[in-house]
Every structure is written in structure tokens, then in C-alpha cells.
């Protein structure tokens, strides 16, 4: 037996055994004691937590929902502008453990479109700063893979443009601080921000699907024919609303860069131009409004270029004879609507486009509104040339606006770019009768079924317009190469709804269009394509069967024999 | 139905045929002598019961936690399974249980012979660890291809037993050199740590052998010498360790807004004592590693603070149970073995609720059992393993004076302090 083998050592050993036993058991009560109060410090500061820290929100509806910026959206509700919580990078330089120089390589791999050397000056800057905004979460993980304690994450609301490019120009974009910048993002900026209005989207006049249609008509245009750049807008001619407004090249409100900012100039309603004979029908509705103009079928002197002074002015589409009113928009003669316009007299003239508000920035919510350029001496030579759109330059913006007082029975109102409730519609003022309105309506709709407009004619939209095609100022002249080609149209013309602008700033000719680059050639055609697609849209159903009566200004255009 | 030709004897009940047939009123029974029946009847069955309170309550926080990581990791071509961390907690408590279960079995001389032995292995892998460990988030402290371990999770409780052993010659050799030899282990543990960097990791080695000297009945003068080393190791680590000034600086002066730190507290506080329910977390979402080191906050932001101090609560109902139990223990080896692998546990669980409660810097050092730990849930059970073996005891040694004196003296197997003694005497 074991026990007896080792009996004589035993009781020494046995001795020290209890003495270490009787030590270990008494220092675990000691160590029982330490757990105890580890854990009686976790449940007091529990408790402190509950009690002073704790803020609940038990509710089903989380904070969240609610944006920091309200939304915008278009007129039938669609997302334009809303918010979304990204992670941005941040660097705290004073936090950074690894090795700064490794670490910009590094981030250089992940974002390939930063150089390494923008990293390391950030990180070598006193103070925290943004690395990166709106990361995605692929390269969120990558940096964060890094392991470097001196990296965050902040979670940050982003201003989201879910079109991307379409109707840049109207929603404009914000700065970092979600500040608007342009746009309507700036011209909003208090109801966008007004606390008790966040949850509520504000509603532009814009309706998207319109807008995408204008854009893409404009740019296919503006490629085929290399232009510089294509303007155009769709405007309701009862409210004033802008249902579309494109100034191409669009840019990308998500990303602004250099090329951004490159495009961000809205041709609509920032640059002004000398729209040349678009302004025709509106000297002719002022002769008509004024009584100077009393019968249509008056004819005026077109053999020859009409000399005013050291001026002479010529026609585009020369006839070579005596042509009435009716013929001389058709044929979009300057020599008879300068001689119009010098028969209304200059105080007339000066009056009307002062009605219709050429003389200031266009009426619009934009902060991005350009001031015309207005002649200093209102002469006699100003008067006959201003009449065909010379002399005096103002934004696409300003003709739509005078369009629609044109064809809406003569009544002149703001732009919007808000949505119009039903009967909220500004009442506006009225520029010319009610009767010039509908021989206006009657003239345009014959430019464009037999005149110099051929090219917009869309089978049953009953399309009326009028071309205009300007030489662009050059060094105290004009430059006989570049044009601005416009066209200015609306749609029915039996009961106007809508105005149409198209416009290309330098259209180059092609072999299509037998190397013209005028506006009949160029912009109309737009107008004919794009009407097609945003009628039904807009309730304005194709029917052969109805147009406007022009039966009794259609024996009035002299015609070669032979021709019907 | 085959006749029956014995009449007389009334037919038994099926029941009670198909209950006789699996032996089951004797099963586990106390007259059951296998080895599955002492090992049941030797358990702290408490203890066990505790163990696997804290599996469940795991389980429930990883399903609660897991959509925000699963969330944080998804990227625009592969989108994660919400609960994909609590399926893959679940695979891990299924190998992991088993291997608790079997180390539990293990007599007392053969756990601590596994231990000893794991010890050097995991030791060894430590040491390759800088030569072909794999980094992640900036710290190289896996191993492996495919499947990846931390040496340094599994090196913790084999350590922590090997550690008692080595400091229990001293009951057999007073002369030995112990508490040096202890210290160059520890030591060379926690310089290979360090240089991962893995500072959570380092305390907890440093804290099982500050217990387990403290045991070993070092005297007073020593064990002060010792805290004020602890200390002025920390004022050193602050000074010329850059990852602990940056732990520390940020748990002093405050993190910036978007520190990790806030993010859990703003977690944690957000449900108040009861919580907003199960899934109706969304502070959560911003954590940055919801699963491991903060599912604390993502309990409270759930279930509430209250079921904060019910995880805290279980945690000290496990340590308290267990060194409760070691003051009836005779044998010094027991006693730190046992003890080191509940400081092991009870340490890692009170720093990891402590930095969720911003009571200490943040670590990176997940919740024992609650947390998701993927390979290191298998060296959490074998830790648990051998503490279940350690602390099994004969319920009837200490019932009777006759058990008491009789069996000590005859070696009888399972009986944990005659087998020490009877070696030991020879």
C-alpha cells in the first residue's frame, strides 16, 4: 500500500501542502472580492445609463424618414432631388498610427482617381479633414480593411439626383454643406430647409417624362449637326408653367467637376441672343393690335433691299416682288417687317416689348437669369431691325414667355417653375387683343404648313411657328459662319396649350440637310419630332380631321402656276 | 399478432417494456456505474446550465446583431444573408458543444496533460504567426489557409492551466524557481502579442498570471512591486506603444463624433431599461462591428439595459459559482487551474461590458459565448471544457467522515485529490 510506503515523509509535506492550500483559499475570497466589485461597477453605470442617458424612441416611424433637406420632385411626384445617408471618409492626422506614406499608396489603390500625394497632404494637416464623400460601400470595407485607427466613417445625408443629368439646369446642385448652389436648389433654399416643411416634397412645374423627350431630341440634333450647344423649353401657355427646360451639354449634379462646371450656364434663362425672325410675328401683332396694319392683303415693296440711312437691310429668301403680311412672315422677309415696324412708329414698338418684359431679366424663380441687352438709342434704324430680332438680344426664356402671350389670346404671364395648382394660374396682363391673338395663330400655323417652318409640321399636332435664324455678333460685325438657329412654336394651333422653343447655337450644315444650318433645316425639324412624343403626354391628342381655319388668308399667298 | 401461449402472467405494458428495454430508470441513475453516469453525477451541472444560458442568450444577440454587419459588408454585387452571423454562430456552437463536452470527460490528470501539450503547440503557432500569419483590419493574429484560428484564443486557457501547474511545484519544491519561470512565459507571450498588436490579448495574459501568482501565495511586498510594475507598464505602453496612447487618449479626452466609441454608446443608450424590441434596432446599423466587440450595445439597444445587467449578472453567477465552490478545494493545482480559466473568462467578459460602458478604452475583445466568434468559439469551449473536468468532484466525498477519510486514502478513481496525492507521495 502506498500509503504506509511513504507514512514517514508525509506529515512535513502534508504540512506545507495546508499552509499553501489555507493561502490560495484565503486570496480567492480576495479575488471573489475584486470579480464583485468589477461587476457591481458595470451594473451601477447600467443603471446611470438607464436612469440620466437613456433616450428612447419607441416609436414606428423613425426619424430617419424625415430628410435633413426636403425633396424635390416633379409635377406628377417623381423623384428629382432627395437624400441619402452615405459614409464619407474623414482622416484625424493626429490619430494615425501606420505609416502616412504607405498609407497614401494605399488609398491611391483604392480610388485610382486621386494621386497618392492628396492623401499624404491631408493626412499631414493639423487639423481632421475629409478624405473622400459618398463612398461606396465596397471601398468603405477597403479602408477600412487598412486597419488605420485614424480613419471615420461618418454616415452623412447626400444630396441625390436620381435623373443624374436630366433637368440639371432647373434642379441645380448643393455644396458640401448642402447648401443650394444653383438651380432650384438655390432659388428654394429657405422652403427646401424650413423645418416645418421638410417631409414634404416641393413639386416643380417639371414633368420628367417631357423633360427626357426635349433632351433627347435636342441632343440628337445637337450631335448630328455638331452644334456647340442646343436650348430648348416646353412652357404651359395658360399658367406659365415650364413643363421642360433643357440647355445642352447637361452636366451631372452627383458629380460636379470641372466639366461640370464647365456646363453649368443655363442657356434658357441666363444667355441672351438676338433671336432674329422669330420676332417677326411679334412686330406684326403689334402693327395688327395698333391699327396700322388694317388689311392683310396690303401689299409692301420686297424687289429690293430697303436702304435706311448707310444701313441696308436684305431678305434671306429674296422674292423679288411686292409681298402682304401673310406672305412676308411665310417668307420671313426683313424688308417688310422693318418697313411694319417703321410704320407703327418706335414708341409702339418700344412699348410692346417693354409689356412683354424684354427689357429686364426673365420673370422666373432662377437665380441664373440674364439681363437682355437692350438697345441705348432706340432710333429709327434700331426700330426696323430690332422688328426682325436684331439689335436686341434676350434669352430663349423672355420669347417662350412672349409666345405664349402670343397665341394664348394676349395675355402675359411670369414663368414658373413651381407647380400651379388648378386656378392658381397668375392672371397675368394683357399685351395684345384677343383678336390679334387669333390671327397670329392663324399666321404661325401657315408658316408652318407653307412656309419657311415645312420641316415642323407633325401630322395632326397642328404645329404653328416661326424660324429664326441669326448671324452671331463677331467683333463689331456678324460672322456669316456661325448661326443661332431657333424655332419657336405652338401646339394646337386651334386652341394653344403649349409653347415649344428649340434652339442650336451653331449648327454646322450636313449632306442631309444639303448643307443648310438655318433654323427650318435644324431646329424645327426637333419641333416635329419631339411634339409626337410629348402630346399624348400632355392630352393633346393627334386628329388630322381639326386645324385652325386659315381658309381665309390661304387665297391670299400668291403661288407659281402649276402649284397648288 | 403471434399467439401468446402464457396465459397467466399479466401481459406487461408497452410502455414499460420499451422503458425497460433502454434501461432507462437505471440510466444516469446513482446505482449507474459507466462512465457516463459518474461523469454526469461528478459534473457542477450548475455550472453547465449557466454555460449554456449564456450559449442562448449568444445565439438571440448574434441574430440581433448580425443584420448590421451583414449589412456593412454588402456591396453592390453580393449581398449578404441578414442572419447570415447567426447561422454560422449556430455551425460553430454545434462543433463547439461536442468538443466541451468530451474535454469535460477527461480525468483530472489527462486535462491537464491535453493542456500542457496544447499549450506548446499554440505556443509554437504563436511564434509563426509574424512569418506567415495573415492580417486583418491591420493586425496579424490569424493562422491557417481557409480556415483561419487565432493562436493566441486557444493559447489562453491551455495557458492558463499550464501556468497553475508549473506554479504548483512550488507545494512539492519550495526551492523551485516558479514565479520566474512563469514570468519568462508570460513575458514571451505578451511580447509576441504586442508585436500583432493585440493589447486586449496581452492584459488578459498578464491578469491570469497576476491572479494565479497572487494565489501562489507570493507575499505582499512582492505582489505591490507587481501592481506598480502593472501600472508602470501601462504609463510605459501609453508613452512608447502607439496603439494603447491612441486607445487611451481617445478614452480620456473623448473621440471625435463619429469614433467608434460614441457610436456605441449612442447604441447602448438608445433603448433605455427595456428596449425597443427584437429587430427594432437602428442605432445598430452604425456600429462598426455590431457582432463581435459591441454586441453588448446591441443588446442594450434591443432588449434594454436590464437585460445588460442579466448578461452581467450571469457572468458573475458563473465566477462567483465557481470560486465559491474551489474554498472546500484541497489541491493548489485545482485551485489556480480552475481559477486562471475563470479569470480567463470572467476577465475577458467584464473588460469587453467595461469598454461597451465606456469604463475603459476600447480593446477589440469580444463578449465570451455572446459574442460571434467564429473558430474561437471552439477555443472557448475547450477553455470551458477543462474547467467543467476540473472543477468535477465525487458529490459524496464530503457527505461522510467515513467517504471522506477512506476513499482519500485508497486512490479511488475519480476522486481528483487522492490521485494527486497518491502520485505525488510515491
Not at chain 1, 383 to 406: D, K, Q, R
Request: a positive charge; aromatic letters at 8%.
Amino acid at each position: 500500500m502506498t500509503a504506509l510506503v511513504g507514512n514517514g515523509g508525509r506529515p512535513r509535506l502534508a504540512n506545507i501542502k495546508q499552509k499553501v492550500t489555507l493561502v490560495a483559499q484565503v486570496r480567492l475570497i480576495v479575488v471573489l472580492g475584486l470579480f464583485a466589485l468589477a461587476i457591481t461597477t458595470l451594473l451601477l453605470r447600467l443603471f446611470y445609463y438607464g436612469a440620466f442617458e437613456g433616450q428612447v424612441q419607441r416609436s414606428l416611424v423613425s426619424t430617419d424618414v424625415i430628410p435633413v433637406r426636403a425633396d424635390l420632385v416633379d409635377r406628377n411626384g417623381v423623384p428629382l432631388a432627395r437624400n441619402m445617408k452615405m459614409r464619407a471618409l474623414r482622416v484625424i492626422p493626429e490619430k494615425i498610427l501606420g505609416d502616412k506614406n504607405k498609407l497614401a499608396m494605399q488609398l491611391a489603390e483604392i480610388f485610382p482617381d486621386t494621386p497618392a500625394s492628396t492623401f499624404l497632404k491631408a493626412m499631414k494637416k493639423d487639423r481632421p479633414s475629409y478624405l473622400r464623400r459618398r463612398l461606396v460601400p465596397e471601398d468603405a470595407n477597403k479602408v477600412h480593411a487598412l486597419g488605420e485607427v485614424g480613419f471615420e466613417f461618418p454616415r452623412e445625408d447626400e444630396r441625390f439626383y436620381p435623373q443624374h443629368g436630366l433637368a440639371a439646369h432647373v434642379l441645380g446642385y448643393v455644396d458640401a454643406d448642402r447648401k443650394g448652389v444653383m438651380g432650384m436648389e438655390k432659388a428654394l433654399e429657405e422652403r427646401l430647409v424650413d423645418p416645418a416643411k421638410l417631409a414634404e416634397p416641393a413639386a416643380l412645374s417639371i414633368d420628367i417624362r417631357v423633360q427626357a423627350a426635349l433632351e433627347s431630341e435636342l441632343g440628337a440634333t445637337m450631335k448630328k449637326h455638331s452644334a456647340r450647344g442646343a436650348t430648348g423649353v416646353v412652357l404651359d401657355v395658360h399658367t406659365g408653367e415650364v413643363l421642360a427646360m433643357a440647355s445642352l451639354p447637361e452636366f451631372n449634379p452627383n458629380k460636379i467637376d470641372a466639366t461640370a462646371l464647365r456646363h453649368q450656364v443655363n442657356d434658357v434663362t441666363y444667355s441672351v441672343y438676338e433671336l432674329g425672325s422669330t420676332f417677326k410675328p411679334l412686330t406684326v401683332a403689334a402693327a395688327l393690335d395698333a391699327g396700322t396694319v388694317t388689311n392683310l392683303a396690303t401689299r409692301y415693296n420686297a424687289t429690293e433691299p430697303l436702304k435706311v440711312g448707310r444701313f441696308r437691310i436684305k431678305d434671306d429668301h429674296a422674292q423679288g416682288r411686292y409681298l402682304n403680311v401673310p406672305e412676308a412672315l411665310v417668307h420671313s422677309s426683313n424688308i417688310v417687317t422693318a418697313r411694319l415696324a417703321d410704320n407703327l412708329g418706335k414708341e409702339r414698338m418700344e412699348e410692346m416689348f417693354r409689356k412683354l418684359d424684354f427689357d429686364d431679366r426673365p420673370e422666373i424663380e432662377l437665380v441664373e437669369a440674364g439681363r437682355p441687352l437692350w438697345p441705348q438709342n432706340w432710333g429709327r434704324v434700331t426700330n426696323m431691325t430690332v422688328s426682325y430680332g436684331h439689335g436686341i438680344a434676350v434669352t430663349p426664356m423672355h420669347l417662350a414667355s412672349a409666345y405664349a402671350a402670343l397665341v394664348n389670346g394676349g395675355i402675359w404671364r411670369p414663368a414658373t417653375l413651381e407647380k400651379v395648382g388648378p386656378d392658381k394660374a397668375d392672371p397675368g396682363r394683357r399685351v395684345f387683343k384677343a383678336s390679334t391673338s387669333a390671327r397670329i395663330r392663324q399666321l404661325l400655323r401657315m408658316i408652318v404648313s407653307d412656309g419657311t417652318g415645312r420641316k415642323a409640321d407633325a401630322p395632326g399636332f397642328r404645329i404653328g411657328g416661326k424660324t429664326g435664324s441669326a448671324e452671331k455678333p463677331k467683333g463689331g460685325g456678324y460672322s456669316k459662319s456661325s448661326l443661332v438657329s431657333t424655332f419657336a412654336a405652338a401646339f394646337p394651333m386651334d386652341d394653344p396649350k403649349y409653347v415649344v422653343i428649340t434652339m442650336l447655337d451653331e449648327p454646322k450644315g450636313i449632306a442631309e440637310t444639303f448643307g443648310q444650318r438655318t433654323a427650318g433645316w435644324t431646329a424645327a425639324p426637333v419641333v416635329k419630332r419631339l411634339v409626337p412624343r410629348i402630346g399624348p403626354m400632355l392630352g393633346v391628342v393627334p386628329d388630322e380631321s381639326r386645324d385652325v381655319d386659315v381658309s381665309e388668308l390661304t387665297p391670299l399667298l400668291w403661288r407659281p402656276k402649276g402649284e397648288s | 399478432m403471434a399467439s401468446a401461449p402464457e396465459h397467466t402472467i399479466a401481459p406487461e405494458s408497452p410502455v414499460l417494456k420499451y422503458k425497460r428495454k433502454l434501461n432507462l430508470s437505471g440510466r444516469l441513475g446513482r446505482s449507474d456505474r459507466s462512465h457516463l453516469a459518474v461523469w454526469f453525477w461528478e459534473l457542477d451541472r450548475v455550472l453547465l446550465t449557466f454555460i449554456f444560458v449564456l450559449m442562448a442568450i449568444g445565439l438571440i444577440a448574434v441574430a440581433a446583431a448580425s443584420p448590421a454587419t451583414a449589412q456593412r459588408l454588402s456591396d453592390t454585387t453580393t449581398t449578404l444573408n441578414p442572419l447570415l452571423y447567426f447561422y454560422k454562430q449556430l455551425v460553430w456552437l454545434i462543433l463547439g458543444v461536442p468538443v466541451m463536452l468530451f474535454v469535460s470527460m477527461l480525468p483530472k490528470t489527462q486535462a491537464r496533460r491535453l493542456a500542457i501539450i496544447l499549450c506548446a503547440v499554440f505556443l509554437f503557432l504563436l511564434l509563426l504567426v509574424p512569418l506567415i500569419g495573415t492580417s486583418v483590419n491591420g493586425a496579424r493574429r490569424w493562422i491557417g489557409y481557409g480556415l483561419t484560428i487565432q493562436p493566441s484564443e486557444f493559447l489562453k486557457p491551455v495557458f492558463a492551466v499550464t501556468l497553475a501547474w508549473v506554479l504548483s511545484w512550488k507545494a512539492k519544491d519550495a526551492t523551485m524557481p516558479v514565479v520566474g519561470l512563469s514570468m519568462i512565459l508570460t513575458g514571451t507571450i505578451g511580447i509576441l502579442l504586442m508585436m500583432q498588436p493585440n493589447l486586449g490579448a496581452t492584459i488578459i495574459f498578464c491578469g491570469i498570471w497576476f491572479v494565479l501568482i497572487l494565489l501562489a501565495g507570493l507575499s505582499a511586498q512582492i505582489i505591490g512591486i507587481s501592481i506598480a510594475g502593472g501600472l508602470g507598464g501601462l504609463v510605459l505602453a501609453y508613452f512608447f506603444y502607439p496603439v494603447a496612447t491612441q486607445r487611451i487618449n481617445t478614452w480620456i479626452f473623448g473621440g471625435g463624433e463619429y469614433d467608434q466609441v460614441a457610436f456605441a454608446h449612442r447604441t447602448l443608450t438608445s433603448g433605455g431599461f427595456i428596449g425597443k424590441g427584437p429587430g427594432m434596432g437602428t442605432e445598430k446599423f452604425k456600429l462598426p462591428e455590431a457582432h463581435t466587440d459591441y454586441i453588448f450595445s446591441v443588446i442594450g439597444e434591443e432588449f434594454g439595459l436590464l437585460a445588460c445587467a442579466g448578461v452581467a449578472i450571469v457572468f458573475f453567477a458563473i465566477i462567483a459559482r465557481v470560486l465559491m465552490r474551489l474554498l472546500d478545494e484541497e489541491d493548489v493545482f485545482t485551485i489556480m487551474a480552475v481559477t486562471g480559466l475563470t479569470t480567463q473568462l470572467g476577465g475577458q467578459a467584464i473588460i469587453n461590458m467595461a469598454v461597451n460602458l465606456q469604463l475603459f478604452p476600447s480593446k477589440g475583445m469580444t463578449l465570451p459565448f455572446i459574442s460571434y466568434g467564429g473558430s474561437s468559439m471552439i477555443a472557448l469551449c475547450l477553455g470551458t471544457g477543462l474547467l467543467l473536468a476540473l472543477t468535477r468532484r465525487n458529490p459524496y466525498l464530503n457527505r461522510s467522515s467515513y467517504a471522506k477519510d477512506g476513499f482519500q486514502m485508497n486512490g479511488q478513481k475519480g476522486s481528483h485529490i487522492s490521485g494527486q496525492t497518491s502520485g505525488e507521495s510515491k
